[in-house]
């Protein structure tokens, strides 16, 4: 379950940043009952990121494939055992 907590909090910028490193999710700040901002860790910023990027690798891939981009893995591999001879 998020962790929502109110922008008066962010004053105790000790306990927030443990419980950022201690949840290992975005912390959810809310301003006047609305949502404002998101808090997290830098670690959990990073992973975040990562799943992105790979999301749009992903997304090339299938764009790809819809586009008829194809090669065949024997072709590819062919390719590369012959470029760096192994």
Not at 66 to 76: C, I, K, P, W
């Given at each position: 379950m998020p962790k929502i907590i109110p922008i008066k909090d962010l004053k105790n910028t000790g306990e927030i940043s443990?419980?950022?490193?201690?949840?290992n999710e975005p912390i959810f700040v809310?301003?006047?009952?609305y949502s404002d901002m998101v808090v997290m860790s830098d670690k959990t910023y990073d992973e975040?990121?990562?799943k992105l990027r790979l999301y749009q690798l992903i997304a090339e891939s299938?764009?790809?494939?819809?586009?008829?981009?194809?090669?065949?893995?024997?072709?590819?591999f062919g390719a590369l055992r012959e470029k760096y001879e192994y």
């Open positions: 443990e419980l950022c490193h201690s949840s809310t301003k006047n009952g975040i990121m990562e299938e764009k790809d494939v819809e586009n008829g981009r194809l090669a065949d893995g024997e072709t590819v």
